[in-house]
């Protein structure tokens, strides 16, 4: 949620002075001024776990009913390059390029009748699909507060503005404090295994906006030390904090361990690891990024996708402190 990130000790300098600043103003009266329809009253969290990640409110505009593109007339995207997958049954599927999120991080779309949040905070690699509904209640439309918990993006609803923690799709603050959206199945992969396996697909056109589109905005993250504004525990097992998981529910398993294995079923869950996959995080070019793979999950029994993220371990341990490390030990 920067302009740029780099590896190294400029990245930790600005954490350090970060954690300072930004701490001492995470208190709701600092906020109230740009945040006039929040109900800071309810909150489930310590305020001073809440810290800016650098913009303001809507600084990382969201993008409303994206256009989209007939998989076959698609012409910027690379081969290696990643997308967020969301088939619904009886609904062509559709891919939403990294390329996009990296700089939107929130794509409010309908798919049928399912209205959905397509979301992915780049600090910790957490890309989710969300159904915008909550209970019976009308569609939520979510944009960027520009805040970070445990670095991982803090989304809110235009509708009451309550925020909401992006990474477990979970309200914090604010009216819907305790509720919970639905997480859809969705995968990321790469461009050529989209289009290769939905010839016939859509995928989402670029927005009208002044973006670099294709190059990353945080260059060498994913082999840095550190995630950038993060001040909570290392994950356990000596793990490193920028390592990739594959989360189901509270689960994770090492991305490693899943690409050493190429298939592995456990838990009643079949992991299918493919090469090709370029890392979004890597290189200036997200097309020249190294190859982290793609990992697709399924239950063993229906044979259904299963809902799931691919994280970065620090993240995982931040927000499911009591959950397990499938290691295979």
Not at 22 to 29: D, G, K, M, R, T
Request: glycine share 8%; hydrophobic share 40%; proline share 7%.
């Amino acid at each position: 949620m920067m302009k740029q990130v780099t590896a190294g000790a400029a990245l930790l300098r600005t954490a350090a002075v970060c954690l300072t600043a930004c701490a001492a103003s995470a208190q709701p009266e600092s906020w109230q001024a740009e945040w006039p329809a929040t109900d800071f009253s309810i909150s489930l969290v310590d305020f001073s776990e809440i810290v800016s990640g650098g913009p303001p409110k809507d600084g990382i505009p969201a993008i409303n009913n994206p256009s989209f593109l007939q998989a076959a007339d698609e012409r910027r995207l690379s081969q290696r390059e990643p997308v967020m997958t969301l088939e619904i049954s009886g609904e062509v599927p559709r891919a939403y390029p990294i390329r996009y999120l990296l700089w939107h991080e929130i794509i409010n779309d309908t798919v049928g009748e399912t209205p959905v949040a397509v979301t992915y905070c780049p600090l910790c690699n957490s890309g989710i699909v969300f159904d915008r509904r909550v209970g019976n209640g009308a569609p939520l439309t979510f944009g960027v507060t520009g805040k970070l918990r445990h670095s991982d993006m803090i989304m809110f609803d235009r509708q009451t503005e309550s925020w909401w923690q992006q990474a477990v799709g979970e309200g914090i603050v604010g009216e819907h404090a305790g509720r919970a959206l639905k997480e859809l199945p969705a995968w990321t992969e790469s461009w050529e295994q989209f289009v290769g396996r939905n010839p016939d697909g859509l995928v989402m056109d670029e927005p009208e906006h002044h973006r670099s589109y294709g190059s990353n905005p945080y260059r060498q993250y994913d082999t840095s030390e550190r995630p950038f504004l993060y001040f909570g525990e290392n994950p356990p097992f000596e793990i490193h904090p920028l390592s990739r998981v594959v989360r189901v529910e509270n689960r994770a398993w090492p991305l490693e361990r899943l690409r050493n294995a190429g298939t592995l079923t456990e838990h009643g869950l079949e992991f299918s690891w493919t090469h090709g996959q370029a890392s979004p995080l890597d290189t200036r070019s997200i097309a020249d990024g190294r190859d982290i793979g793609m990992v697709r999950v399924r239950d063993t029994g229906s044979r259904l996708d299963v809902a799931h993220d691919v994280m970065f371990a620090f993240a995982f341990h931040a927000f499911h402190s009591d959950g397990e490390w499938m290691l295979g030990n």
